[in-house]
């Protein structure tokens, strides 16, 4: 199969392109490609001919997508929108990477994806009318949604922490937003299965169980040998950030489960993984 990944320097994209070439041939579009530019895309899609297109780019600083909704939505609405149109030109499969902040949180148990979607911030309204759009144009497209997605590389949490660790003896992080934090080589490995499948439709894919982001700081910070860095349980008022979050977002993976396709380990052991490919 012929794939084109869109936001191929990214976290994501990234994994999938050191796993898909073994069975795949495949096309990376980084910033090389303005998804908000829908004559470039279409002009560049048209030109690989893929078979399925998966597409990671994003806007994912969810700050800047609170405090700037307009670029929040040409990035995340309308350039999705490019690239289905792109796709429904070709006839192409697409997989495209939403998120567990389309949720409100107010469930109190893991999300399964027949849940009504209700998000609290800008970045999950985004994300879910790239969905929408997804579902009217195209009949061929894996939904896939996601949560605290971490690499090697990548800006991201773990990355965050331990700079932080290096620089101060104190870190205050929120403790009343509980969620999976997801290994992006694991991710990638179960988006990989779901293309060989035509089970099209949404699926959650995140790392089982669940944490608050003070209780994955700590282990991070235990995993790394930071053991005189003190973590101080905050609340996400304190912490006083721009974004209303979900206080529970996490996913249940039931779909992919029932119909066999992936099983998601544990956040922990990819976690301990995670810092023997690090160290």
């Keep these: ?27 990376g579009y980084g910033r090389d490609m303005d998804v908000t530019d829908y004559a470039q895309v279409v002009a560049k899609v048209a030109d690989a001919r893929p078979d399925l297109i998966i597409h990671c780019a994003a806007l994912t600083n969810v700050d800047f997508c609170e405090t700037n909704p307009e670029v929040n939505y040409r990035v995340n609405t309308l ?44 970045y999950g309204l985004a994300k879910l009318a790239g969905e929408r759009i ?50 992006a080589p694991d991710l990638a490995q179960c988006i990989s299965k779901l293309i060989e499948t035509d089970y099209y439709g949404i699926y959650h894919a995140s790392n089982e169980g669940s944490c608050s982001w003070y209780d994955f700081a700590r282990e991070i910070l235990e995993l790394a040998g930071f053991k005189k860095v003190r973590v101080i349980p905050i609340t996400s008022e ?3 950030s721009p974004t209303k979050r979900p206080k529970y977002s996490v996913l249940d993976n039931f779909c992919s489960r029932e119909r066999g396709i992936f099983q998601m380990r544990d956040y922990r052991s990819a976690l301990k993984e995670f810092f023997q490919c690090y160290n």
């Design 1 to 27: 199969m012929k794939i084109l990944i869109t936001g191929s320097a990214g976290q994501l994209g990234k994994e999938l392109l050191k796993i898909l070439p073994e069975r795949h041939q495949v096309i």
């Design 79 to 122: 350039g999705t929108e490019n690239v289905a149109l792109a796709a429904q030109k070709l006839q192409a499969s697409l997989v495209y990477i939403s998120t567990d902040y389309v949720f409100d949180g107010e469930k109190g148990s893991p999300y399964l994806e027949y849940d009504l979607p209700r998000p609290l911030n800008h």
């Design 134 to 183: 997804i579902e009217s144009l195209l009949d061929h497209y894996f939904i896939v949604r996601t949560s605290w997605l971490y690499n090697k590389e990548g800006k991201n949490f773990v990355s965050a922490m331990l700079r932080l660790a290096k620089e101060k003896d104190e870190l205050r992080v929120v403790n009343d937003q509980i969620g999976t934090p997801t290994y």
């Design 238 to 240: 304190e912490y006083g």
